[in-house]
């Protein structure tokens, strides 16, 4: 009987034979699990995935994929290999581990327990064939399980690093009750301007600050497109209820303001950062006291 590619149909008999030739597999791979994963973690090794980890981690890890492996084929269900491939990505993304080191593996672990299967059932072409046929669709679910949920992953770790280095990028500073601070360095394409506007919206309204410096002497240039997102970021502050105060202009940004026709009597600009505090804490009521010891001044 030879193989028929294609859709199958289902029907209770064709469910009941898959069912006993994957559990005739499983209780195979169980049978011959030591060997099995030696040789899968030897064939990783060779193959100079996992490079990241040491012998001794690449074959505990081995370990545990091949017994959740097994287990998803002795069940026909996935909820704990997708729960261990989850855990297993938060692990090795860090150490630098790539998505087609984990597709290797995993394609590996196939070759390996295929080639078992052939020394097994050499003899009876008809049942090895069957045998494969019943267990190809569920290796495959299983590669793409892994494989996708370790692309979740580090899709959400990759997330998680641009958010940080938005942040760090540009800092919104709580510096005095009511008193935010956002010195921005860099080059500001349109697409850090929109971030910079929802982080600094998003720190108004969680500190209630009614005062915003936002500082750009380390700010070489600004294009046309950025100077009016900058305008509509006053005018979107002052909506929420915060006057901002902006320090550091340099010539070229000044002359681009005016050449593109911003109302620079709705913008609040002070020639320095050191300048722009002190409109800020006089619009917030502090008052500066002067010490005959401090010359530099003590604010109250």
Do not use: C
């Amino acid at each position: 009987m030879g193989t028929v590619k294609g859709k199958k149909s289902v029907n209770p008999a064709m469910t009941e034979s898959t069912v006993a030739l994957l559990r005739e597999l499983v209780a195979h791979l169980r049978d011959n699990r030591t060997e099995l994963r030696e040789e899968w973690a030897r064939r990783i090794t060779e193959a100079r995935l996992l490079t990241a980890m040491t012998k001794e981690e690449i074959f505990a890890e081995a370990t545990s994929v091949y017994d959740n492996y097994v287990e998803a084929l002795e069940t026909g269900t996935f909820e704990a290999l997708q729960a261990y491939a989850r855990n297993l990505s938060e692990r090795i993304i860090p150490r630098g581990v790539e998505t087609d080191e984990v597709v290797g593996i995993v394609l590996l672990l196939r070759d390996v327990l295929a080639r078992s299967l052939f020394g097994k059932y050499r003899s009876d072409f008809d049942l090895l064939n069957r045998i494969l046929d019943a267990y190809e669709p569920a290796a495959n679910r299983i590669a793409n399980t892994v494989a996708v949920g370790f692309v979740q992953e580090r899709e959400r770790i990759i997330r998680e690093q641009q958010e940080a280095i938005r942040e760090l990028s540009t800092p919104v500073l709580q510096v005095r009750e009511r008193l935010l601070i956002l010195p921005i360095i860099g080059v500001i394409d349109p697409l850090r301007a929109r971030q910079l506007t929802e982080q600094l919206l998003q720190a108004i309204r969680a500190n209630r600050a009614r005062v915003v410096v936002i500082d750009i002497t380390g700010v070489a240039e600004m294009d046309s497109h950025v100077a009016n997102h900058l305008v509509q970021t006053v005018e979107a502050s002052r909506l929420l209820g915060a006057t901002v105060i902006v320090t550091g202009l340099s010539p070229d940004i000044a002359q681009t303001l005016v050449n593109i026709g911003v109302d620079l009597t709705k913008m609040n600009t002070v020639g320095d950062l050191q300048g722009g505090i002190e409109e800020a804490e006089r619009l917030l009521g502090y008052k500066v006291v002067m010490h005959d010891s401090d010359s530099g001044g003590k604010k109250s």
